[in-house]
């Protein structure tokens, strides 16, 4: 599959919502992705997307016989951007909350990234609001972690600070702007902690379940009329969970089952 960033015209969806190649070669799924989230979407040295959720999402069109193709948007942009038809469906692993499926349907789940604060080494910071008060959180845009950092700590005197995307996150925690950052647990053990700049930061605390705010996994959004899409989607997650398809991704991306993952 193709994975550079393609643009592509306009084109009458099907009733499964999947759309005709303009040049009569197949089925187009037009997927959503923030590529900023290592090691679940993000881009090779030379451009091209690779990760977790990518890998998925290709093997999610090879069952539906249908060509994936890349549209790039910021992580807050992504539900607007479904609702615009930019894309059909939205790849980036975002997590189903009750908030986002008045907005939006889901997929059945796809894997499980909790949340978990990062600081700097020793500095005794904890995940609560008695730990946190006057201290700066760094979150992304359009997150969970915003969504219950300024609905839970936000209100009780800590400051949060929403960055467009994760990587400006870790910039300012690193230069001291920020006290700590709250993310996925898998975004930050791989996409920062393993880094050379994650050096001397680490966890703090255990995960944040609140099932308000982080759900019950994360899913492939898709837009509520798009019915048959989602049950194809379905189709087709459940087959590469029975063949080994998705053990084979896990594998080459995580040393513990991401599905299930706490």
Not at 45 to 55: A, M, P
Request: glycine share 10%.
């Amino acid at each position: 599959m193709n994975k550079m960033i393609a643009a592509v015209s306009l084109v009458f969806l099907t009733a499964s919502g999947l759309a005709g190649a303009a040049d009569g070669s197949g089925k187009v799924l037009r997927l959503g992705i923030d590529p900023t989230y290592p090691p679940l979407e993000y881009k090779n040295q030379d451009g091209t997307l690779t990760g977790f959720g990518v890998d998925i999402a290709d093997a999610l069109c090879a069952e539906l016989h249908a060509k994936c193709v890349w549209v790039e948007s910021s992580w807050d942009g992504m539900i607007p951007g479904l609702l615009a038809r930019k894309f059909d469906a939205i790849a980036s692993s975002m997590t189903v909350t009750p908030k986002r499926q008045e907005q939006i349907a889901f997929s059945d789940k796809v894997s499980n990234a909790p949340a978990r604060l990062v600081i700097k080494r020793g500095s005794d910071l904890q995940p609560t609001v008695e730990s946190l008060k006057g201290k700066r959180i760094g979150v992304e845009q359009g997150s969970t972690q915003e969504a219950f950092a300024k609905a839970v700590w936000g209100k009780r005197g800590v400051e949060i600070l929403s960055y467009q995307n994760q990587d400006q996150v870790y910039a300012d925690l690193v230069v001291g702007r920020l006290d700590a950052s709250l993310q996925g647990s898998i975004q930050a053990s791989y996409g920062f902690l393993n880094k050379p700049a994650g050096k001397d930061y680490e966890f703090a605390g255990g995960t944040l379940d609140n099932p308000d705010f982080f759900g019950v996994g994360d899913g492939i959004g898709v837009r509520k009329s798009d019915v048959e899409l989602r049950e194809d989607l379905n189709k087709a997650l459940a087959t590469i969970l029975a063949n080994g398809t998705y053990a084979k991704i896990n594998k080459k991306y995580f040393d513990f089952d991401i599905y299930g993952a706490k």
